[in-house]
Structure formats: C-alpha cells, structure tokens
C-alpha cells in the first residue's frame, strides 16, 4: 500500500511541475519550428498551455502565424499545436454552421486551428461575415453570435457560443480586429544556417499527446491557484487583454517562466507598436515632422511637403499626389479641419500647429526621441531582467541544441 502512495504521490510531484512541463513543451516546439525569435517561441508555447484552462480566463488571444510568402513554417506551427491542444479542429474552408456546433459542443471547448486565413480576409470577405464574428467576438467569455434561421415561413434568432481558443496561419495581414487580440509571429523562411527537425505527424504523435495530457492534467491542479499580476509598464489596453492569461500559466508554473514571460512580452508588444501603421497615423506623424516648430502652414505647402516625404504615399496616391480634398477627408476623423491663415498680405487656407497637437499627443508618441528612447528601454530591461533572457532561457534551448548538433 505504501509503495502505490508512494507512486500516486511521484504521479502527482510529475504533474504539478509546472516549470518543466512547459520547457519540455518549447523544446518540443522547437524541434519543428523555427520561429523568428525565442520570445514568439515562448509565447506560442504558453498559449499552448492556456488552451488548457479556458474557464480560467476572461479573454482569450489568438495566435497568429503570418508570412509574406508561402513555405514560411505557419503550417507546420498548427500541425504541431494540434497535438498539444484539447479537442483541436483544423479548420480549412470551414463552414459557419460547422464551427458554432464544434464551439457549442457538450464535450468541451475545441482549439480552433484556423489555416489560409487570409481567404477569409480577401476579395470575399463579405462571403465569410459569419467566420469573421466568430474570430472577433470569441475571445470574451461569454460571447454570442447571434444568427437568422428560417423554418418555414418563420425567421427566428438564435444565438450560439463564440468563446473558444483560435490559432490561425496565412500570408499577408489581418484587420486591426483580429490582430489587437493576438500574439503575432511573423513568420519567414528558413536560412541555409537555421535547421529543424522533419515533423511526421505518425511518428511525433505518441509525445505530443503525452505532453498535451500531462499539461491537462498541472492545468487540473493549478486552476485553483491561479493569480493576475499587474502587467509589465507599456502593457495596456488591448495589448494587456491579449497577455494576461498567458503571464498568469507563466506565473502558474514558476521557475524562469515569469520572468521570461514578461520580458516576451514586453519584446513582442514593442514589434507589434513598429509595425505597419495606419495611413492616418502615417499622415499625423509626417506632418509632424513637416510642422517642425512652425505654428501655421497653408495646405499648398503642406501638400508640396508631403509629396516629397521619401518612401511615403503622398506623391502617388491613386496615381496622383494627394489633393487638398483627400488631405481634408484623412484629417477629419481626427477632428482637424483647415482654415483660413493670413501670411503677410495672404489669405490662403491651411492647418494651424494647435490643432494637431490633440491628435499627436493621443495617437503618436510625445516626440521622436523620446519614441526612441523609450522603445530602448521597453527592450532592454523589466524589472532588471533583460529581453536577451528570452534568448538565454538556459535548459529551455539545452536539449533543442543539442539534438540539432547531434
């Protein structure tokens, strides 16, 4: 009797690990992947564990694998998510219908595996509305798509669970509404130096759902005990909705898992805020450069300015520079609008420094080297820890290693 104790009591040492199971889960990752950093790494590898604790969370992320070309590795990252998550659909050319009976299923909450998202995203969109709610209202627990169903002569509403774990893969970009609510890993092509392990799905499936167990079963004991912390600084918003859960599993499992959890994070949210920007940000921080410190210009210069902005739109826009009408319509939402300026003897129309000071402070950061200067620091340290943690995650890259070199 005491030797089954003692073997109950070993089972449960094994499960409640929670600082090896997850590295047991990147090295995994790692030998089919090659992601372009070790923060996207460490996110996808706890996103993985947080499918397991859905009923933990508020809000959950997608993941989002994209690539500018084909043969970028975003498919091989769902076919390996797949054996690591609980009840995952691959869900190519999926139907609406199918996806709200899968969500709704009395078996449990599935792990949406999304690829070719961008067909969903394309020309037809319009073909897609009931895919695209599901996406963007599913991360809120809670939420419901509603739906028009005719019986008959009759059109009746009905409305169907939306909360679920969504991993998507695709070339190109996504709508803002998907991409505030993921953690992105922009995926690439291997270089000739960068070398992973060939994935058969036959041969690795045995491992994965080893893993994927043993992480059900730590999610199991540690759902009790789960706990939010305050979000690293620069963290908010949207950005903090998207990070919670995972810094939680973080903190969950211990060890260096929080620390580089936050410094992942801190890393990830800065490329994200580099990333392409709209093109009404792009027009508010040119003309913030094109101001200087003048407190009025007139929209002709303003235009001549703008036109002749390297690598900017302005000078083609629609195959022609942009006008004073175009100018206007981008300013508008923003509340700027033009007026008449005297110059000497002149009247001429233009914008006045005061206001777009309102839309500067609110959309862009409070100078160009403060930006800078602060996109520095984000990256290099939080709380003393340094972003290149991520890259020294010790054992996490010890047995990846030295498999690769065998």
């Known amino acids: 009797m005491s030797a089954s104790v003692a073997e109950i009591q070993r089972r449960v040492d094994a499960i409640a690990d929670g600082d090896a199971i997850l590295s047991e889960v990147y090295d995994f990752l790692g030998r089919f992947v ?27 992320p997608r993941i989002a694998f994209l690539s500018a070309e084909p043969g970028s590795g975003k498919t091989r990252a769902l076919e390996v998510t797949s054996l690591l998550v609980p009840q995952p659909i691959e869900a190519i050319n999926a139907t609406p219908a199918y996806l709200f009976r899968k969500v709704a299923d009395p078996e449990g909450l599935p792990t949406i595996l999304f690829d070719e998202i961008d067909t969903i995203f394309g020309p037809k969109a319009k073909d897609n509305e009931e895919i695209r709610g599901v996406l963007n ?146 027009l508010l921080s040119d003309l913030r450069v094109i101001f200087g410190d003048r407190e009025y210009l007139s929209t002709e210069d303003l235009l001549t300015a703008l036109a002749a902005v390297e690598e900017a739109p302005w000078g083609d826009w629609k195959g022609k520079p942009i006008n004073p009408r175009q100018l206007a319509n981008f300013l508008r939402p923003y509340g700027v609008a033009s007026k008449v300026i005297r110059f000497g003897s002149g009247t001429p129309r233009g914008y006045a420094r005061a206001d777009l000071y309102d839309p500067w402070m609110r959309y862009l950061s409070a100078s160009p080297e403060c930006a800078t200067s602060a996109t520095s620091e984000t990256r290099g340290n939080l709380n003393g820890h340094s972003v290149a943690d991520v890259a020294d995650v010790a054992h996490l890259g010890e047995a990846k290693a030295e498999r690769l070199n065998a």
């Open 34 to 60: 090659a992601y372009p950093s070790p923060a996207c790494q460490v996110a996808h590898t706890l996103w993985i564990a947080h499918t397991h604790l859905m009923e933990r969370w508020d809000s959950t």
């Open 137 to 282: 209202a599913g991360h809120r627990k809670g939420a419901m798509a509603g739906r028009c169903v005719v019986r008959g002569k009759t059109v009746e509403t009905e409305e169907l669970a939306a909360y679920c774990a969504v991993a998507v893969a695709g070339i190109g970009n996504l709508p803002d509404t998907i991409l505030t609510r993921s953690v992105v890993v922009r995926m690439r092509r291997r270089a000739p130096t960068e070398r992973v392990q060939q994935f058969r799905r036959r041969l690795e499936e045995a491992q994965g759902h080893e893993l994927r167990d043993r992480l059900a079963g730590w999610a199991v004991l540690v759902q009790p005990r789960i706990e939010f912390q305050d979000m690293p600084a620069g963290i908010e918003d949207r950005n903090a909705d998207v990070w919670e859960a995972l810094l939680a599993v973080a903190d969950a499992a211990g060890g260096i898992w929080p620390s580089t959890a936050r410094a992942a994070a801190i890393s990830l949210v800065a490329q994200s805020k580099e990333s392409t920007p709209s093109i009404g940000i792009r």
